[in-house]
Nanobody, 123 residues
């Protein structure tokens, strides 16, 4: 079993910054990808940023956050962070960390999710 524990959400005024962190632990042989989704009220969950570890750590971002958000990973600690700058009210959502991991070299990658952390940006 894999556990993801998020931290760092909260309230901030527009233009401010927040940093989210997610620690992954459990029965992990390796992690293929990590990142963050978000879900605003009444909207579908959307990918915010991700790191594809199996292909050299390539990062990808939603167009709406490019240039403002930066995703990073600590390999040794199995953590992933999301630095969010120049926050806008439309960034308000619950942010979910995810990790695609496997328990051995002979098993498939499986996606695990964190419990979610609220980010609220006021105008």
């Amino acid at each position: 079993q894999v556990q993801l524990v998020e931290s760092g959400g909260g309230w901030v005024q527009a233009g401010g910054s927040l940093r989210l962190s997610c620690a992954v632990s459990g029965n992990i042989f390796d992690i293929g990808a990590m990142g963050w989704y978000r879900q605003a009220p009444g909207k579908q969950r959307e990918l915010v940023a991700g790191i594809i570890i199996t292909i050299g750590g390539i990062t990808n971002y939603a167009d709406s956050v490019k240039g403002r958000f930066t995703i990073s990973r600590d390999n040794a600690k199995n953590t992933v962070s999301l630095q969010m700058n120049s926050l806008k009210p439309e960034d308000t959502a619950v942010y979910y960390c995810y990790a695609n991991s496997r328990s051995s070299a002979n098993t498939n990658y499986k996606t695990s999710w964190g419990q979610g952390t609220q980010v609220t940006v006021s105008s």
